[in-house]
């Protein structure tokens, strides 16, 4: 029988340091952001087995059935410039990334769809954000928000997302526990933000290259914030984390947007 959400306790040193877990909430982000507005330490941490109005990348909502996920958001107070926020969600993809490696059979095919989507098989399991409170160009904290679809069954997805996401158990066939899973991504979590404040974003950066499959592949850019929509082959990402995209145009650099990939098309 599978633990509750409840039974989790942090194996880290610093994340998790004060642990809230809800069984239903607005959002977890929404939480943590309240509380980190009271002053909350750094490290403390948000977790719900169910989300009513789940948060998703450039304002979108985010799939959140109860009994089946992961839903936490991380609250920091990095000391950086808030140019290099972004970094933080390199750091996550990997954590939520190599936490999948570590409960999955490696024939099952991993990816992470730039910057910070988890694909299995091509279909998405895992949603992450990261909201900031600044002032001038100071950053007061971030919100290190992840969703991760772990025993989510295929007709529970609704009909729309069926073709494009997915699970830990549609991908591996079998059931995952949500405690220990969460346990190994806290884990990863705080093993990555210490290596990027000790190590600098390359490092990173150089791990999160080794899910990285888009290098050759066609692609559409486009979205929230996107004034123009940029075509092309992607070439890469550079040492900020912006990705590479060959358009008819120009070698055009990507630091915000949806990418919709060719063979998803097809």
Same mark, same amino acid.
Do not use: H, T
């Given at each position: 029988m599978e633990r509750s959400l409840f039974d989790l306790r942090s194996p880290c040193r610093w994340v998790g340091s004060r642990l809230d877990v809800y069984r239903e909430v607005d959002s977890t982000n929404v939480v943590a952001e309240r509380l980190a507005q009271r002053g909350a330490p750094e490290g403390t941490l948000v977790v719900a087995d169910a989300q009513r109005a789940g948060r998703g990348r450039l304002g979108r909502s985010f799939f959140s059935p109860g009994r089946h996920s992961v839903y936490l958001s991380l609250l920091l107070r990095p000391r950086m410039a808030p140019e290099h926020i972004h970094q933080h969600v390199f750091v996550a993809a990997l954590a939520v990334a190599e936490s999948i490696a570590a409960c999955l059979p490696s024939s099952v095919p991993l990816e !992470?769809?730039?910057p910070n989507d988890l694909l299995l098989a091509g279909r998405k399991t895992s949603g992450i954000n990261l909201?900031?409170? +600044? @002032? *001038? =160009? #100071?950053? !007061?904290? +971030?919100? +290190? *928000? !992840? *969703? /991760?679809?772990? =025993?989510?069954? @295929?007709d529970e997805f609704p009909a729309d997302l069926r073709p494009i996401a997915t699970s830990l158990l549609i991908a591996g066939g079998r059931p995952v526990d949500r405690v220990s899973f969460t346990e190994t991504l806290l884990g990863q979590l705080e093993v990555g933000l210490e290596r990027l404040r000790r190590e600098g974003f390359a490092r990173v950066l150089d791990r999160w290259k080794k899910y990285f499959r888009m290098q050759g592949e #066609? /692609? #559409?850019v486009g979205g929230p914030g996107v004034s123009e929509q940029v075509e092309g082959v992607v070439e890469g990402v550079d040492a900020e984390g912006a990705l590479l995209v060959r358009s008819d145009r120009a070698l055009e650099r990507i630091l915000a947007g949806d990418v919709t990939l060719a063979r998803r098309e097809t």
């Open positions: !992470i769809k730039w909201p900031a409170q +600044l @002032e *001038g =160009n #100071r950053v !007061i904290s +971030l919100v +290190l *928000g !992840i *969703g /991760v679809n772990v =025993n989510v069954p @295929e #066609r /692609v #559409r």
